[in-house]
């Protein structure tokens, strides 16, 4: 049986303020026996990892919660366990080292952009390519995030591995700010991330819309 593994995740901002406050929470898949959802957002890739070896599916999850959840989407975070329905989890504003969690705010942000994993990641190549990234992060050892190197590596899908290498080398000049990511942790079964872009303060908002006054008296005074 090929084994559950994936990626993951996005959140409306409203339901990621409940699951900040939560400590636990009782997570199900949204369509029963597949935790992609209705579309099935996943391809399968060979990995090699201090963890695995094996032909395993990347994609996007498609998970229900309570405590505020609700219907959301989560990246797989640990590659040594599995996924099961349902599971309960404990909320986490972290679970690595701090190079680690910078780069994996990095990736959000420079895939994301400031739009959501529904607007973004919407093709089983980029629901793939987002967690082999993803894996690439948490589990790599040394300073080179490079898929077909080092302790993690993948094959068997060239797509899937070109896509993901170019979101690791676009992380450099990424910021870390623009997202807010709750990990959900389990013993004994997969550790999931979601995220949701983090709501821009009122002051910034009045501060965004007296540059957009600005630009249209500009615009008024060129006619």
Do not use: C, Q, T
């Given at each position: 049986m090929m084994r559950r593994i994936c990626t993951a995740a996005a959140l409306a901002t409203t339901l990621i303020g409940g699951a900040a406050s939560a400590t636990t929470v009782n997570t199900t898949y949204q369509v029963n026996g597949n935790p992609f959802g209705g579309d099935n957002l996943r391809q399968v890739v060979h990995v090699n990892s201090p963890g695995l070896t094996a032909n395993v599916y990347a994609g996007l999850f498609q998970m229900s919660g309570d405590n505020g959840f609700g219907d959301f989407a989560a990246f797989c975070v640990d590659l040594a366990e599995s996924l099961r329905d349902p599971v309960t989890y404990s909320t986490r504003p972290n679970l690595f080292e701090n190079s680690v969690q910078q780069n994996i705010a990095k990736l959000y942000n420079s895939v994301l952009a400031g739009g959501t994993v529904a607007e973004v990641i919407d093709t089983s190549l980029e629901a793939a390519s987002f967690q082999v990234a993803l894996w690439e992060i948490v589990t790599e050892t040394g300073t080179s995030l490079d898929v077909a190197e080092g302790a993690f590596r993948v094959s068997n899908n060239t797509g899937v591995a070109n896509l993901a290498q170019s979101y690791l080398d676009n992380l450099e000049n990424a910021v870390t700010d623009g997202y807010e990511i709750t990990y959900l942790y389990s013993d004994g079964y997969q550790d999931l991330a979601t995220v949701a872009p983090?709501?821009?303060?009122?002051?910034?908002?009045?501060?965004?819309?007296?540059?957009?006054?600005?630009?249209?008296?500009?615009?008024?005074?060129?006619?």
């Open positions: 983090v709501p821009v303060p009122a002051a910034g908002l009045l501060l965004l819309s007296g540059f957009g006054g600005l630009a249209m008296l500009r615009r008024r005074k060129k006619i």
